[in-house]
């Protein structure tokens, strides 16, 4: 069965600094990787994804990811924050069987 | 475009007592999803439907809670007796995609909060 593992649970930044959140996954087989966001009130949706091709993959609002395969990886980064980054950060994982796994998200909260 | 529906959005009961939850996926999502998210965790995938029928359910508690997608479109939760460890938010998400291409970006509505009292 696959896992993921997010190593923060609770990230606090002050506006302009750099993020980055650590996702770890176990599974053997080929892999979709995913960051989901929730923001305060809001429904959980997607940031970015990766199936194939390019490693370093970006989505919305400037924030992007790397998989690293050989470590099992799909950190998000984001090179300046702002306050209205702050929030839930998932990331998840789903198999060729369609069946997927969430981590048990970051929470970021970003200071003015 | 409309996103996934669900309701209620707030549901407080006594433990024993039966609970059912609606969702509307997106139109033409063929692939619905019932999650649960207990305060402090990632959603765990309760039941995967692809149509009408059901993908995975490996980690559906069977003995109290059922699920059922009859028409392929909507779809109901329920749980009957409740306990006091239901207490969490029941996310339903949709997509697009054959669950067995796994390229499945999936939609969130915005939840039930149950709390079993």
């Known amino acids: 069965a696959q896992s993921v593992s997010q190593h923060n649970h609770h990230v606090i930044l002050s506006e302009a600094a750099s993020l980055e959140l650590g996702c770890n996954y176990s599974?053997?087989?080929?892999?979709?990787l995913f960051w989901y966001v929730q923001y305060p009130g809001q429904h959980l949706q997607l940031l970015l994804k990766?199936?194939?091709?390019?490693?370093l993959v970006k989505g919305i609002k400037g924030f992007e990811a790397e998989f690293i395969k050989s470590k099992f990886s799909f950190n998000l980064r984001k090179p300046s924050v702002q306050w209205s980054d702050t929030a839930e950060y998932f990331c998840?994982?789903?198999?060729?069987?369609?069946?997927?796994?969430f981590g048990d998200g970051t929470t970021l909260t970003v200071k003015p | 475009e409309a996103g996934v529906a669900q309701s209620p959005r707030y549901k407080i009961i006594e433990k024993r007592q039966s609970v059912a939850f609606w969702c509307n996926p997106i139109?033409?999502?063929?692939?619905l999803y019932w999650y649960q998210q207990i305060l402090g965790q990632g959603p765990k995938l309760l039941i995967q439907?692809?149509?009408?029928?059901?993908?995975?359910d490996s980690q559906l508690p069977k003995d109290r809670f059922s699920a059922e997608r009859l028409k392929g479109v909507d779809s109901t939760l329920k749980i009957q007796p409740a306990k006091l460890e239901d207490s969490a938010v029941y996310l339903c998400?949709?997509?697009?995609?054959?669950?067995?291409?796994?390229?499945?970006?999936?939609?969130f509505g915005p939840g039930t909060r149950l709390t079993v009292l």
């Open positions: 998400a949709s997509s697009s995609i054959r669950a067995d291409t796994s390229t499945d970006t999936q939609y």
């Open positions: 599974y053997g087989g080929t892999v979709n």
């Open positions: 990766y199936f194939s091709g390019d490693p």
């Open positions: 998840a994982v789903s198999t060729n069987a369609g069946k997927s796994t």
């Open positions: 139109s033409g999502h063929a692939t």
């Open positions: 439907f692809q149509n009408n029928g059901v993908v995975d």
